[in-house]
């Protein structure tokens, strides 16, 4: 069964950091581009970051560039997003998901395949 698992969410004050894992069962997460995305209440799903599956190349939203860093580490088959300087316009539920990312003219575009059940994320103090 192909799964993907977030965890590492939680509370945290503003200016403060958070590291999400996205862990994989039944499938090779090397294979796959993997994205992070958030949903904050009352608002749509945006993409956040994503790691392409080929060449490592990285992408980011522009809200959170220069805070946020994805990485993969292929020995735990699993890959993080590291959070720091976080605020409260970050709260959200965070997803994890497989599929693919390119780079476009403004920014990166994705199409994916399996999806996480999301984290919480809480920045507030």
């Known amino acids: 069964q192909l799964q993907l698992v977030e965890s590492g969410g939680g509370l945290v004050q503003p200016g403060g950091s958070l590291r999400l894992s996205c862990a994989a069962s039944?499938?090779?997460?090397?294979?796959?581009?993997i994205g992070w995305f958030r949903q904050a209440p009352g608002k749509e799903r945006e993409g956040v970051s994503c790691?392409?599956?080929?060449?490592?190349?990285?992408y980011y939203a522009d809200s959170v560039k220069g805070r946020f860093t994805i990485s993969r580490d292929s020995a735990k088959n699993t890959v993080y997003l590291q959070m720091v300087s976080l605020k409260p316009e970050d709260t959200a539920v965070y997803y994890c998901?497989?599929?693919?990312?390119?780079?476009?003219?403004?920014?990166?575009?994705?199409?994916?395949?399996?999806w996480g059940k999301g984290t919480l994320v809480t920045v507030s103090s």
């Open positions: 998901a497989a599929g693919y990312c390119i780079a476009t003219m403004t920014g990166y575009a994705y199409g994916m395949d399996y």
């Open positions: 039944g499938f090779t997460l090397d294979y796959y581009a």
């Open positions: 790691i392409s599956s080929d060449d490592g190349n990285t």
